[in-house]
């Protein structure tokens, strides 16, 4: 019998292990299972090239709970080790392993910085166990082998008797961890960290049909007609898929295949996903994943059902930030590669070369996807289109490559619901849009009922009006502004028409300068200046008298601030800015000026201020209730 000591420099490594990995522990069984995965297939890798003179045959992974003897078993039927092997691998390289790795985080082992904890290994075992035993023999012609550690520095290594070729880990359950022990719990870890792993894992067994029994139907003596029940039988109880959807070719699946799968990661979300998105490269890194868009509508802020990240077909995290760009992670779906460095803390990830090429090769993935949705069914996209603009929306805003692109895709609906893209618009109001500076002058609106009589006012020159409603509009706009040439957005409320497009001046006033500064004045006295900045133009005498506007700059400045970012600094608390255009031309201005007493006067103002309000839907509350009872007394 060997007896050693395991090479300490850290006095006692066990301790430090509980210590720094507390709040993981669960990951014990993810790294023992990862072990026995790839001591199998080395077993296939081996036998596949002639080097392992053995049966391959059907290998499973078992896991099994001992509640009595507070035992956990992992088994598999791969590689095995001899004597020699265990004292390499066991006693010198997995521990060297866990030591650096604990010397490496010690100092960072908050639990925030870390992504998986790959690299600690075979020693996280003693997370949960204070006896950890391994039973194993060698595919190679030689003895078994028995390892027994009890968490201090000593070990204990004798010929086993162990008859199969393979492993099996022995883990005595510490009094702190019997949460390890309950059937419910290593199902939970099983399904979270193994459900895609390639070799089957069993887990108990289970009842199913027989599926080579067809149930009779009997007749009893009353003449009634049942069926027989159906016959069970036991079955190894497989918690994995050991071939799931994104390990196999694009041209193998079907549209079906995709949804399938969708369902399967996702089991509790009933609604369908829009597309998907295969991912599959392996130059300059491997990459392979799926990505789903789910629906989602005006909500940026569903995060319930995350993109997973696998390495090699074992779960690391649902946080894919610095992986995925930003504005990717509102998808869902699956990423697998085992070339993302995991065990490193995030600020590092964002800065490593191999993630950023992983990060703008899925950019331009999803980009070339959406394109060729966009040309080979338009109308399906259009369809779409509310669901997905959101995300596409924020990919504009945050990276140039996507932008760059988006052109070929990125839809403009007017109020009518017609689709236009970039060139598509532009080619449409070039001409009937652009003002006497030169400026092709876009108008949105971004609400229908809200802005109805604004919108009405555009379309009666014959201008098209976009409809822009997402939450992040006034950044896009912002942006699109500035790396189209000359340019401009407008919201059909924030000026009279003839002010957004400016054309040459045509306008003829009907009131003399004279009149002009006595309506001035007038308007100046009733109306309160702290709300209105009151302005005087002389449009068609048909247009509104009145008219409530809300300058474009100011507003804009405002939204981008209370979504987030942009803006100028202060705006979001900035009390709301109108202003109130009066037609001067219009029949009721003049009729204002031709009444003789004031207290006629300012019931005239007043009325036609709170139309205009009313038409912007700011006459609320005890304004609005004063407006209706002058309204009732004007009539009768
Ligand atoms: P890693 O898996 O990163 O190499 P581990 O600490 O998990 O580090 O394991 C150390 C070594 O122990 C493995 O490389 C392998 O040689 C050996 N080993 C661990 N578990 C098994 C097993 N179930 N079957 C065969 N060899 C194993
Ligand atoms: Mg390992």
Known sequence: MAKGTINVSVENIFPLIKKFLYSDHEIFLRELISNATDATMKLKHLTNIGEAKVEYGNPQIEVKIDKKGKKLHIIDQGVGMSKEEVEKYINEVAFS???????????KMDGAGIIGHFGLGFYSAFMVADKVEIKTKSFKDEDAAHWTCDGSPEFT?????????????????????????????????????????????KFGTKEINDPDHEPKTITDKDGKESKEPHKQITVDDIINNPDPAWTKQPTDLKNEDYKSFYRELYPMQFEEPLFSIHLNVDYPFNLTGILYFPKLGQDMNIQKDRIQLYQNQVFVTDNVEGIVPEFLTMLRGVIDSPDIPLNVSRSYLQADAAVKKISSYITRKVADKLKSLFNENR???????DDIKVVIEYGMLSEDKFFEKSDAFALYPNVDGKYFTYEELEKKIKKNQTDKDDKMVILYASNKDEQHSYIEAAKAKGYEVLLLDSPIVSHLIQKLETSKENISFVRVDAD???????????????????????????????????????????????????????????????????????????????????????????????????????????????????????????????????????SYSMIK
């Open 97 to 107: 392993g866990a030591e650096e790795f604990l010397d490496k985080y010690k100092d």
């Open 157 to 201: 290594l004798v010929k086993g008797e162990r008859k199969e070729r393979g492993t099996e880990i022995i883990l005595h359950i510490a009094d702190d961890s019997t949460e390890f022990l309950e059937e419910s719990r290593i199902r939970e870890l099983l399904l979270k960290y193994n459900k895609f792993m390639p070799i089957p894992i």
């Open 379 to 385: 109308e399906d996209f259009e369809n779409k289109w």
């Open 496 to 630: 009279h028409i003839d002010k957004l497009i400016k054309k040459e001046d045509t306008a003829i006033s009907k009131l003399s300068d004279e009149e002009k500064t006595k309506l001035d004045e007038l308007l100046k006295e009733v109306i309160p200046s702290e709300k209105f900045m009151v302005q005087l133009e002389p449009m068609d005498s048909e247009a509104a008298p009145f008219m409530i506007t809300q300058p474009e700059f100011m507003r804009r400045m405002k939204e981008m601030q209370q979504t987030g970012g942009g803006g100028m600094f202060g705006m979001g608390n900035m009390p709301e800015m109108y202003n109130l255009v009066v037609n001067t031309n219009s029949e009721l201005v003049g009729q204002i000026l031709g009444t003789k007493t004031r207290k006629k006067q300012e019931r005239l103002i007043n009325q036609s201020l709170d139309l205009a309000r009313l038409s912007q839907g700011l006459l609320k509350g005890e304004e609005l209730t004063s407006f209706i009872k002058r």
